[in-house]
């Protein structure tokens, strides 16, 4: 049981470029979310999923997209990367959000946009 | 708006000795509260939650504290030990909304 599995762990982006970040939950959780966590801030919720096929935006969503085409994956894309979206990422899972549940997180993807 | 936060950034404690942090919440309509544990290079860990319907929980070594007159929630942790030695977040949570997450404690424990 890996829980909740991001990849890549680290990377290193240049300014306009783009990439997906993935991440995989074998728990069969209804509910996903990515985050970003900047220093000395809590976890912002940037996106999020109530099931397959459906996303919703967080707090800060801008400059992000993502997409739940299967309800084990949730993919985080920057189209166009700038360097305010330095940051570690982190998604997370849980079995239901409206009534109380723990999120499970994943180990998160440290990005840095040069 | 809803908001959570801290009153201590950061803790330094005497290993063996018990460790408190707390956390202010604002929103009245949150009934659902977590504490997680992070690492440095991992990410969050759940220590211990606890309902709107409860005023305390307790799991091994730690305790959850929720005071709803002064919202106002806080994790003891018993005998702190080197390996205590993480970020400390609270998340609120209100019925169909999503956590909120404080800016975290760092607890530093001494030998």
């Known amino acids: 049981n890996a829980g909740v599995t991001q990849t890549p762990k680290f990377r290193v982006l240049k300014t306009g470029q783009s990439m997906t970040l993935l991440c995989a939950q074998d728990?069969?959780?209804?509910?996903m979310y990515w985050y970003r966590q900047d220093p000395g801030m809590g976890l912002r919720l940037i996106h999020y999923s109530v099931g397959e096929g459906t996303t919703a935006k967080g707090k800060v969503p801008d400059g992000y997209n993502v997409s739940r085409l299967k309800k084990q994956n949730f993919l985080l894309g920057l189209e166009s990367a700038a360097p305010s979206q330095t940051s570690v990422y982190f998604c997370?899972?849980?079995?239901?959000?409206?009534?109380?549940?723990?999120?499970?997180f994943g180990q998160g993807t440290r990005l840095t946009v040069v | 708006g809803e908001s959570v936060g801290l009153h201590l950034p950061t803790l330094s404690v005497q290993e063996g000795d018990n460790s408190i942090i707390n956390c202010a919440y604002s929103?009245?309509?949150?009934?659902?509260f977590i504490w997680y544990k992070q690492e440095s290079g991992k990410g969050p860990q759940f220590i211990i939650d606890i309902r709107s319907n409860m005023d305390k929980r307790q799991g091994q070594r730690v305790t959850v504290l929720l005071n709803k007159t002064v919202k106002h929630l806080s994790l003891q942790i018993a005998a702190t030990q080197p390996g205590d030695s993480a970020v400390y977040f609270c998340a609120e949570k209100s019925y169909g909304q999503n956590f909120v997450f404080g800016p975290g404690t760092r607890l530093s424990v001494l030998p």
């Open positions: 728990m069969n959780h209804e509910y």
């Open positions: 997370a899972s849980s079995y239901g959000g409206q009534g109380g549940t723990e999120a499970f």
């Open positions: 929103n009245s309509a949150s009934d659902y």
